[in-house]
């Protein structure tokens, strides 16, 4: 789980791709409202019923192993004003996978973007919406240089196509085979160089990139 980072007028925004989605730091944007108590700024906002409710709604939407009558208990607990919860309490107890709280260096409390973003929200609504505009942004870098990588491996491999055909025609192929024969030796051939450039067949690779079936035919 490698972090990433995106600039929000001024304050550094630390995120990392989880299991199931991008996972954004709480205590990052609690810095943007004050750096000293980030803890505080979190576990004040777990006492709200709203992010109660957010939190549990959330998890029984995407987490089959919730315990939902431990949120209940917590549900009914919220906002009187004894009641304190911490991220690791919500986790532990409920089973909870929405936030996460890592230890170390980089450690702090991490939450689901959908999550987050609510957490933004309640920082500040336009700190919220820099932090979507950022966070887009970044997706969309991300995306451009994928689509970027997966053109060069197509060019490369259109170029070592016809070399490697030339090779297989000069090399490879008795006279004597028939057409079908022929055909079987440059699929085979063509695959190797599949497996090398894309690490699968032209069979996978068509069905996990449709629009490249049929590319070198």
């Given at each position: 789980?490698?972090?990433?980072?995106?600039?929000?007028?001024?304050?550094?925004?630390t995120?990392?791709?989880?299991?199931?989605?991008?996972?954004?730091?709480?205590?990052?944007?609690?810095?943007?409202?004050?750096?000293?108590?980030?803890?505080?700024?979190?576990?004040?906002?777990?006492?709200?019923?709203?992010?109660?409710?957010?939190?549990?709604?959330?998890?029984?939407?995407y987490?089959?192993?919730?315990?939902?009558?431990?949120?209940?208990?917590?549900?009914?607990?919220?906002?009187?004003?004894?009641?304190?919860?911490?991220?690791?309490?919500?986790?532990?107890?409920?089973?909870?996978?929405?936030?996460?709280?890592?230890?170390?260096?980089?450690?702090?409390?991490?939450?689901?973007?959908?999550?987050?973003?609510?957490?933004?929200?309640?920082?500040?609504?336009?700190f919220?919406?820099?932090?979507?505009?950022?966070?887009?942004?970044?997706?969309?870098?991300?995306?451009?240089?994928?689509?970027l990588?997966?053109?060069l491996?197509?060019?490369?491999?259109?170029?070592?196509?016809?070399?490697?055909?030339?090779?297989?025609?000069?090399?490879?192929?008795?006279?004597?085979?028939?057409?079908?024969?022929?055909?079987?030796?440059?699929?085979?051939?063509?695959?190797?160089?599949?497996?090398?450039?894309?690490?699968?067949?032209?069979?996978?690779?068509?069905?996990?990139?449709?629009?490249?079936?049929?590319?070198?035919?």
């Amino acid at each position: 789980m490698k972090n990433k980072k995106i600039d929000v007028k001024g304050t550094t925004i630390t995120f990392f791709k989880g299991e199931i989605d991008d996972y954004i730091s709480l205590t990052d944007i609690a810095r943007y409202k004050d750096s000293a108590n980030t803890d505080t700024i979190i576990q004040n906002w777990l006492r709200n019923r709203n992010t109660i409710e957010l939190l549990g709604f959330w998890e029984q939407m995407y987490n089959p192993d919730f315990k939902p009558l431990e949120f209940e208990g917590f549900r009914k607990q919220a906002g009187l004003n004894s009641f304190v919860l911490t991220p690791k309490r919500w986790i532990e107890t409920t089973n909870a996978i929405g936030i996460i709280s890592k230890s170390g260096r980089y450690g702090g409390t991490f939450a689901h973007k959908d999550i987050a973003f609510e957490f933004a929200s309640w920082i500040s609504i336009e700190f919220k919406l820099y932090i979507i505009k950022e966070f887009q942004r970044l997706k969309e870098e991300e995306s451009n240089r994928h689509k970027l990588d997966w053109n060069l491996q197509r060019t490369l491999a259109k170029i070592n196509y016809t070399i490697h055909t030339d090779a297989i025609k000069e090399k490879l192929i008795p006279a004597k085979l028939t057409k079908a024969q022929t055909s079987l030796v440059y699929a085979t051939e063509a695959d190797l160089l599949n497996m090398a450039l894309f690490g699968m067949t032209a069979a996978d690779l068509a069905t996990a990139k449709p629009q490249y079936q049929r590319q070198y035919a």
